[in-house]
């Protein structure tokens, strides 16, 4: 159980600047994801919290002691890497029984040979080989023991890791995208595990995925991190509903949330492809990007927005039409929840979104304020006549 | 190949013909296969087994080089070979050098690639300096180490002077010629041996180590017990198997320093072959010799391939 603090993280590997300045306080039991995308500096942050990497400048804070310069074990966190990183030459037993032994037997009880000689080795190997067939039992792996990694399929493999994470009882858990080299399937239901796995133990879990899907359907907590910086942190649906910024709503949800080019006029009101919503905005006028999410866009031949339809997706329970728009360099993407009711391919479709499913941002990608504008108000002349 | 893509298309539009066809096409194609291995084989035949075959066959006779018959004297080789001193000597002094020369280039060798691997620079640098013996000619090599190792003016016995200590006569005095030609064998062997561990710990990935160090083996001896030695189980393993078959062949070291003397005190296997076959002109001798030389050589492979398949791990 552990809380762990991150302050004004840098990281830098020669010149290329991989950590600009991370802050972020991870809660004792939390689940927290660190998301982005590849090359972002989510796994290099996971290493330095875990010891592995010494950061530029900054400071690591586990329980309220300053982690630098204590080695790794001496951190007692549990690592679970992509590649399993299970020691081939031993059996599973004895990889999940490792960090015990490390632990638990002095350096001449751990000798080959002699050390079996050596006073208490005997028992505290019992003890050891209790825990080891415990944590095998809770993951449903004790028919495993006896075999090599090598023999093992990725799942099995992943459990073994899991279970050579867990073993020692460790602090906090971190998991550097471990599910990424399973086929899809698998990957959904260790998504589960691992979350039953949380709910099971409580510990502090920090979860480096480039899988947004990952991010949002395990954890308590998701930190969106593009380019070194922390961009956002918060739950599942204050990310999704709530981006802050242009690169987080973008890279959160799938399909991609659609970015219309806008405009924002003197008056306040949003314009979209020449239309003009019904939303106003404090900020001031010039170029913004309205971005709608796939299941607000609504094809009506009333919509506001017009196109013709370029792709279909039918997922059985779902559609996707795939819409080009005049102005838009990608098709508007819109969710379609009965299949049995697609346009056809080439067929020109009306679409729009309500007010209140916009997301604005500014030139800079940064989150402006919008707001339902109240009903136009007909101009009197026109009252008159 | 279209005319082949045409008969196959024929052949299939075609009912009826497919068996014959193929059973047809079948025989042709297998005798083909066999003219085409033909010239490897007969090449394997004449350049690798068929000397084999010859010496062993050398060695039930009393041929001598250049004499005009001989005949068959069946174990007598063998008999004289097992009764004579010189042979009981050459075959101990073979296996202490082989005793001696193994353990010292495979540790050494690992330990130069561990230390070349774990520093930052001037890597190819120390690289290529270790290599140097294993290019250099072994005999001109030699010629060096006969002046360093010189009882007046050597640099070994100079150094030792300057140090206080007594120098020796090392490659004239019988209890230390055969050990001075262990350590030149290492000398001579580190190099090679220290390029095949470095290819090895480079295969090693980098994710066991950040394991180790998560998993609490926090010294450089646990990681290596726990990671580097056990994966580097396959590459040790063929190593120590060349390590030795070179170490039996030892030959150019001695013929150019020692002469297998002083009496006899560094007299080796392929040199006592050497002399009987082409000093004493005694062919059918020295290749019974050169059979035991072959057993060993051929146990010591046998060894590695019974245990290589237990050694190597698949990730």
């Not at chain 1, 982005?36 to 329980?63: F, M, N, V, Y």
């Not at chain 1, 049995?340 to 916009?358: C, D, H, M, R, T």
């Amino acid at each position: 159980m552990a809380e762990i603090e991150i302050r004004a993280l840098h990281k830098a590997f020669d010149s290329a600047v991989v950590l600009k300045g991370v802050d972020l306080t991870i809660e004792d039991g939390e689940f927290i994801s660190l998301v982005g995308p590849s090359g972002c500096g989510k796994s290099t942050l996971l290493r330095i919290i875990a010891g592995l990497e010494p950061q530029s400048s900054g400071e690591i804070w586990i329980d309220g002691v300053s982690a630098d310069g204590v080695r790794p074990s001496a951190r007692n966190l549990a690592m679970v890497f992509q590649s399993y990183a299970l020691y081939p030459h031993l059996s599973v037993f004895d990889n999940i029984a490792v960090p015990l032994r490390m632990k638990r037997l002095s350096a001449l009880q751990r000798a080959p040979l002699v050390g079996r000689l050596m006073p208490g080795c005997h028992r505290t190997e019992r003890v050891i080989r209790e825990d080891v067939e415990r944590v095998a039992a809770q993951l449903e792996i004790s028919p495993l023991l006896k075999r090599k990694p090598g023999q093992l399929s990725g799942g099995q493999r992943q459990r073994v890791a899991v279970g050579r994470a867990i073993v020692r009882q460790p602090r906090a858990f971190l998991f550097d995208e471990p599910l990424s080299n399973l086929d899809a399937k698998l990957r959904v239901h260790m998504r589960a595990e691992i979350a039953q796995l949380h709910r099971q133990l409580k510990t502090t879990f920090i979860y480096v995925t480039h899988d947004q899907a990952e991010a949002m359907t395990m954890s308590g907590r998701i930190a969106v991190m593009i380019g070194g910086e922390l961009i956002q942190v918060g739950a599942p649906a204050a990310i999704y509903e709530d981006p802050h910024d242009i690169r987080v709503a973008e890279f959160v949800g799938t399909p991609k949330i659609n970015a219309f080019p806008g405009r924002v006029r003197s008056d306040g009101r949003i314009e979209v492809l020449g239309q003009v919503l019904h939303a106003i905005t404090p900020a001031p006028a010039g170029e913004c990007r309205v971005c709608v999410r796939p299941e607000r866009i609504e094809l009506d031949t009333s919509g506001i927005l017009s196109g013709t339809v370029v792709h279909l997706e039918n997922l059985g329970s779902e559609a996707f039409v795939h819409i080009g728009s005049d102005g838009m360099n990608a098709p508007v993407v819109a969710r379609v929840n009965d299949p049995n009711q697609l346009p056809a391919i080439g067929a020109s479709v009306g679409y729009g979104f309500a007010p209140e499913a916009v997301r604005a941002f500014d030139a800079g990608g940064k989150r402006i304020a919008t707001s339902i504008a109240a009903r136009v108000e007909r101009p009197r002349e026109m009252a008159v006549v | 190949m279209s005319d082949a893509v045409a008969t196959l298309r024929r052949v299939a539009t075609t009912p009826g013909v497919h068996a014959s066809v193929f059973a047809g096409a079948f025989t042709a194609g297998r005798s083909a296969a066999y003219a085409l291995a033909a010239p490897a084989f007969v090449l394997m035949l004449m350049m690798l087994i068929g000397p084999l075959a010859g010496v062993i066959a050398l060695s039930f006779t009393d041929y001598q080089l250049g004499a005009p018959s001989f005949s068959w004297i069946g174990l007598s080789n063998y008999h004289e070979m097992f009764a004579d001193r010189v042979f009981w000597i050459s075959l101990k002094n073979t296996l202490t050098y082989v005793a001696i020369v193994v353990p010292g280039a495979v540790a050494l060798g690992l330990g130069v690639a561990l230390l070349i691997q774990s520093g930052a620079g001037l890597r190819s640098w120390y690289r290529t300096t270790y290599f140097l013996p294993v290019m250099a000619t072994l005999i001109a090599m030699a010629i060096v180490w006969e002046f360093m190792l010189h009882p007046q003016f050597g640099l070994v016995n100079g150094l030792l002077r300057a140090a206080g200590l007594q120098g020796h006569s090392w490659l004239q005095d019988r209890g230390t010629a055969l050990y001075s030609l262990c350590v030149i064998g290492i000398w001579q062997a580190v190099g090679f041996n220290m390029v095949l561990f470095l290819a090895g710990l480079v295969s090693i990935p980098k994710h066991l180590y950040d394991a180790a160090e998560i998993d609490g083996a926090e010294s450089a001896w646990s990681r290596f017990r726990l990671v580097t030695w056990p994966m580097l189980g396959p590459v040790t393993l063929f190593v120590v198997a060349i390590s030795a078959i070179r170490s039996f062949q030892v030959f150019d070291t001695v013929q150019v320093l020692t002469k297998g003397g002083p009496s006899k005190s560094s007299e080796v296997l392929i040199y006592t072959m050497y002399t009987e076959g082409f000093e004493f002109f005694r062919s059918g001798y020295g290749a019974a010799v050169t059979v035991v030389f072959l057993a060993f050589v051929l146990l010591l492979t046998l060894l590695k391939s019974a245990l290589g398949n237990r050694e190597v791990h698949y990730a």
